[in-house]
């Protein structure tokens, strides 16, 4: 809640103050978190054995960017669902499955990134 007495940078330290205690929280509490951050990690490191360009590091980090961020907003939208409505509802469930269907968009795009950086590697192509 903005308390009108702030000043504006302490304003934004409480910004990045939920900001951050809503980043552990999904490490925290969030499977599907866990096994995107280890999947980014790993990936991470086989980039450094690989030796990545600077164009491949950044099309890795954004894949790995986009596909935790989808993630946590399927997060977000399916906790707001279950708190609206902690019955099933075919609407909430339809709400859901868009939700959950932008994470597997964003994984898709990842694998399509991950194999045009990675194949021709192991392909020595």
Request: charged share 20%; net charge positive.
């Amino acid at each position: 809640m903005k308390d009108p007495n702030d000043s504006f940078i302490r304003g934004r330290v409480r910004s990045f103050k939920y900001a951050f205690k809503g980043f552990w929280l999904l490490i925290k509490t969030e499977a599907s978190i866990k096994v995107q951050l280890v999947l980014g990690i790993l990936v991470t490191v086989l980039g450094w054995v690989m030796d990545l360009s600077s164009v491949e590091w950044l099309f890795q980090i954004l894949a790995i960017a986009l596909v935790l961020t989808t993630e946590s907003l399927n997060t977000a939208i399916e906790k707001l669902c279950d708190f609206v409505n902690p019955n099933y509802n075919e609407r909430i469930g339809f709400i859901k499955d868009i939700a959950a269907g932008a994470v597997t968009f964003a994984a898709l795009f990842g694998i399509i990134i991950g194999l045009i950086i990675y194949l021709p590697k192991f392909l020595n192509i």
